[in-house]
């Protein structure tokens, strides 16, 4: 058998369900809009601190930096490191969410082949 050949079982059965291309799309877009969404909320956030001053940022993050088809930013790195913070907070309550309402309504935890859960009786 090659390496490129794709293994099939004898009998294998394809699945009886397949994902609808609207979740596809929704997930493509979620990929694409958090990021952004996270840059422009890392932006603010990284101007509000130097305003107020709520926690200290080292002088290395706060410089600007020259960037050659952009120009100038100023404070780059605080923003990027803001943006990492603010995506991983995005994500994680979409993994929440999902993960809580796949749990509701998702299928069955017993595959065809397990049997179920034995009942015991109580003394």
Known sequence: MGRSRTYTRPGQKARPWDVHPIWRG???LM???IPVMSYAGGVILVEQNMKYRWIYVPAELTKSVLLPLV????????TLMATVVLMLIGFGIIVTFYAMIYNMVGPSRL?????????RRRR
């Open 26 to 28: 929704i997930g493509c």
């Open 111 to 119: 595959g065809p082949l397990d049997a179920p859960p034995e009942r």
């Open 71 to 78: 120009g100038r930013v100023s404070h780059l790195y605080a």
């Open 31 to 33: 990929i694409l809009i």
